[in-house]
T-cell receptor, first 117, second 118 residues
């Protein structure tokens, strides 16, 4: 069975400093992994996704994530935090494999990113 | 481009009253459609998904139901709301017709509907 674990429930950084949001996954096959961002009282927006192409995935707003199979990790990074990055971030794995196409997603519990001026 | 709309954005309903949340997708055809619930600002739980008109799969037993009367319309309903139905409900869609090909189809979310049952 697939699962994701976000290692930090809350991360606080200063504006202009790097961001690291950690995610570990568990999957019995090659996973499809996503990072979504949710601003307060809003829907979820896709930041980036990994689907077995390049291991370093670049997303929107300067975010990127690296898939490391040996570490079963998919950490999200950004070189320089902006105040507008303050939000909830979800690491997500697709429950589909093979010919399955239900679109079911398994969500981590989320990491709240606080950006201090 | 594709867009997804859901409404109402917020509603407060008394216990025992009915519920109807609507969702429509534009700019695509035959999408997979989903209803998720997010309780207390935590991760999302998949409630229902649909791969076509009239085809609904339920993920968890609950007080809610879903219907898909048209290709790009997805409705979440309840006949009698419970306090535990309170939460943030998100409609979502993904492209379909890709069985047998690569997985990891991206899911796109609507803006969500806040439901408070009092």
């Amino acid at each position: 069975a697939q699962s994701v674990t976000q290692l930090d429930s809350h991360v606080s950084v200063s504006e202009g400093t790097p961001v690291l949001l950690r995610c570990n996954y568990s999957s019995s096959y090659s996973p499809s992994l996503f990072w979504y961002v949710q601003h307060p009282n809003k829907g979820l927006q896709l930041l980036l996704k990994y689907t077995s192409a390049a291991t370093l995935v670049k997303g929107i707003n300067g975010f990127e994530a690296e898939f490391k199979k040996s570490e079963t990790s998919f950490h999200l990074t950004k070189p320089s935090a902006h105040m507008s990055d303050a939000a909830e971030y979800f690491c997500v794995v697709s429950a589909d494999y093979g010919s399955s196409n239900t679109g079911k997603l398994i969500f981590g519990q989320g990491t709240t990113l606080q950006v201090k001026p | 481009s594709q867009t997804i709309h859901q409404w109402p954005a917020t509603l407060v309903q008394p216990v025992g009253s009915p519920l109807s949340l609507e969702c429509t997708v534009e700019g695509t055809s035959n999408p997979n459609l989903y209803w998720y619930r997010q309780a207390a600002g935590r991760g999302l739980q998949l409630l229902f998904y649909s791969v076509g008109i009239g085809q609904i799969s339920s993920e968890v037993p609950q007080n809610l139901s879903a219907s898909r009367p048209q290709d790009r319309q997805f409705i979440l309903s309840s006949k009698k709301l419970l306090l535990s139905d309170s939460g943030f409900y998100l409609c979502a869609w993904s492209r379909s017709g890709l069985r047998g090909t690569s997985t990891g189809n991206t899911i796109y979310f609507g803006e969500g509907s806040w439901l408070t049952v009092v």
